[in-house]
């Protein structure tokens, strides 16, 4: 069965913004911005490379973490699967995009810090969830500035 997993790190251009289907099923769209940098060893310093923005939709319970916990510029760790969809437009025009559809999210720790609150099974964030003993207060992550606005 082949797989075809992806996961990738860069920053938030936004922040999430949960909705909701019309069965009621939360959702939220992000876009990841992933710039690629070098080490020049003629000037001895490192460049910016081309910044690549991935459009992905975390569902249901995850949605609803995300929203609460990530804010734009987070520099975010994200694992899923990639996914063609296809529309046409009121013109007649097909379109095509492929996104991430969102297995697992968090704040990367390479440069930030961040504090974890369990939620108790069976249920997302309902902003008052209980806490587990010995397991610290809410995700907050402080990280590098935001990247450069993209269109979502």
């Known amino acids: 069965m082949p797989d075809n997993t992806v996961t990738i790190v860069g920053n938030l251009t936004q922040d999430p913004e949960m909705r909701f289907t019309p069965n009621g099923v939360a959702m939220v769209r992000i876009t990841i911005a992933v710039n690629r940098r070098r080490f020049n060893r003629d000037t ?3 460049e910016d490379g081309d910044t690549s923005f991935f459009n992905a ?3 249901r319970d995850l949605a609803e973490n ?3 916990s990530l804010r734009k510029g987070t520099r975010v760790m994200v694992t899923g699967r990639l996914e063609q969809r296809s529309w046409e437009t009121q013109e ?3 379109r095509s995009v492929v996104e991430i ?3 697992e999210i968090g704040p990367s720790l390479r440069w930030a810090t961040a504090s974890v609150t369990r939620i108790p ?3 997302g964030w309902s902003g008052g969830g209980q806490q587990q003993a010995n397991v610290p207060p809410a995700p907050v992550a402080r990280n590098n500035p935001p990247p450069d606005e993209a269109p979502f």
């Open 44 to 46: 001895n310093t490192w």
């Open 57 to 59: 939709t975390c569902w």
């Open 66 to 68: 995300v929203s609460e």
């Open 92 to 94: 007649g025009d097909r």
């Open 101 to 103: 559809q969102v297995d």
């Open 121 to 123: 099974r069976g249920g």
